[in-house]
């Protein structure tokens, strides 16, 4: 229940007074409303609006101290944070700030394709296996909030390296085209074709004989390999 003593009602009438001659300055200070519960360490009028002398300053009652001033409210802070506020304590007059949720970080996937999984041997045409492995990529992506695909062409040494370097970027091409036509957006896939130039056989194929034994060996030289970027 709110106290308000006689002296404070006077003193309510002396600031109606003053406030008639009180500069045209002073009638934009806004209100300060307290919540009209405890007790209220400044005089305050039948609205709950903090009494303000003809130079804005607050009247104080016999109730205030430091304490009340930082404890009762008016509004979300303290009313001494409109009234005194350097007595109040800073951080309880400031809204604190929310703490900044981090943006997920994107995650990278890569999936090295059998080439010879993916297309008959010399061949860009993907086989029907070979689109049964990218359904499954395709639906990789759409459940991410895609940034890019990746997708990387290369072959085995066996043939000319500029009739590898073309092979190796139709190859990339057709990964291109079949996950577009699952729904892929085509701004976000990006094709590479490496050609002969990273094979990952090393030299162990040196000394392998025959063409049918070449092709066996090289064999994890033709690949494509894509790399899927996104977030959850």
Not at 123 to 131: D, N, R
Request: include cysteine; hydrophobic fraction near 40%.
């Amino acid at each position: 229940m709110i106290k308000q003593t006689k002296k404070q009602m006077l003193m309510l009438a002396a600031i109606a007074s003053i406030g008639l001659s009180a500069p045209s300055a002073f009638a934009q200070v806004s209100d300060v409303v307290v919540a009209g519960q405890g007790e209220i360490p400044y005089v305050i009028d039948a609205r709950n609006v903090v009494a303000r002398s003809g130079t804005g300053l607050c009247w104080r009652t016999g109730y205030w101290s430091p304490a009340a001033a930082s404890t009762a409210m008016a509004g979300e802070f303290p009313v001494g944070c409109a009234c005194d506020s350097d007595i109040v304590p800073a951080d309880k007059c400031t809204a604190p700030v929310a703490a900044a949720v981090p943006a997920p970080k994107p995650t990278a996937d890569k999936v090295k394709l059998s080439a010879d999984a993916l297309f008959d041997f010399d061949k860009a045409v993907l086989k029907p296996e070979g689109q049964a492995k990218l359904n499954e990529l395709a639906a990789q992506a759409k459940a991410l909030k895609l940034e890019v695909i990746l997708a990387v062409g290369h072959t085995d040494r066996i043939g000319s390296a500029t009739y590898n370097q073309r092979l190796s970027e139709r190859r990339a091409a057709a990964v291109k085209t079949y996950l577009v036509s699952q729904g892929v957006d085509a701004n976000r896939v990006y094709t590479e074709g490496k050609g002969e130039t990273q094979p990952v056989t090393g030299n162990k194929c040196d000394n392998v004989r025959g063409r049918a034994a070449q092709i066996s060996c090289l064999q994890p030289d033709r690949r494509v390999e894509v790399e899927v970027i996104g977030s959850k």
